[in-house]
């Protein structure tokens, strides 16, 4: 099946697993640390913000590794969106705006309000998809198997809401 944005053939799912597994595997036996990416956005508010919470030892000290880890993520997706044809920044909303006609300023809050309740999610499972659902998983972990499930479901849940409420 193509991709949705660009129509090129997706990479095969085992190669993103596996790519995955190996990123993983590299942060736990080489550095000894934990992949997530919800205490990265600590590291980047801890280069700007003064607050106590953001000058932790633990934010302090993540910095050197997770700053790094983060700007890869950051690059290899703009290398990606490259090899792929190029990327251009659009208001496009698909079926949505065919549905709900959103202006951009609506645009912008329904944006606002879905990032307030993924933080709000990230912070009451104490972590993100990325760290309970491949690193806690991974490790048996009976918390991040329960987060994942919550992630899972509210995933499922939202958008059979969009699909038959909204978008009929």
Not at 3 to 12: D, Q, S, T, V, Y
């Amino acid at each position: 099946m193509p991709l949705i944005l660009n129509g090129l053939p997706a990479l095969h799912w085992a190669v993103s697993g596996a790519a995955i597994a190996a990123v993983t595997l590299l942060l736990l036996f080489i550095g000894n640390r934990r992949l997530g990416i919800s205490s990265g956005f600590d590291d980047v508010c801890s280069l700007v913000l003064s607050s106590s919470y953001f000058r932790r030892g633990r934010t302090l000290e993540g910095r050197r590794w997770r700053l790094p880890f983060l700007a890869g993520l950051f690059l290899g997706g703009l290398l990606s969106a490259q090899l792929g044809g190029g990327w251009a920044p659009t208001w496009s909303a698909g079926m949505l705006d065919a549905a709900l006609g959103l202006s951009p300023a609506a645009k912008l809050v329904w944006m606002f309000v879905g990032g307030l309740f993924v933080g709000f999610g990230t912070r009451l499972a104490n972590g993100c998809t990325s760290g309970h659902g491949i690193f806690g998983l991974s490790n048996f972990e009976w918390p991040s198997l329960v987060a994942t499930l919550c992630f899972m479901g509210s995933g499922l849940v939202t958008t059979q809401v969009l699909y038959r409420l909204v978008l009929r």
